[in-house]
Nanobody
């Protein structure tokens, strides 16, 4: 199986910063795209940012210029640097990855358990 473990969430004041990490472990042959999604209370889960294996990135309009996604392929880890945080960024943030467990397997879509980010004064 493949596990995704997020860390780095917490409570921060508006204008502050947080860095989320998501480490993948288990039987992994290759990782394609990785990403971060978030879900606020009463709302649907939405894309925050994605990064391909070639390091191409994509961001939601609401976070462009404030958030930066990156990955360390040697560590099977994806990061989300969040700056200039706003109260509307408050949500549970989920890590996602497309993983090939073995060379003969199919690509699988895996999710972390989520980490809470609260932006409040």
């Amino acid at each position: 199986q493949v596990q995704l473990v997020e860390s780095g969430g917490g409570l921060v004041q508006p204008g502050g910063s947080l860095r989320l990490s998501c480490a993948l472990s288990g039987r992994i042959f290759s990782i394609n795209a990785m990403g971060w999604y978030r879900q606020a209370p009463g709302k649907q889960r939405e894309l925050v940012a994605t990064i391909t294996s070639g390091a191409s990135t994509n961001y939601a309009d609401s976070v462009k210029g404030r958030f930066t996604i990156s990955r360390d392929n040697a560590k099977n880890t994806v990061y989300l640097q969040m700056n200039s945080l706003k109260p509307e960024d408050t949500a549970v943030y989920y890590c996602n990855a497309d993983v090939l467990r073995t060379i003969s397997a199919r690509w699988g879509d895996y999710w972390g358990q989520g980490t809470q980010v609260t932006v409040s004064s």
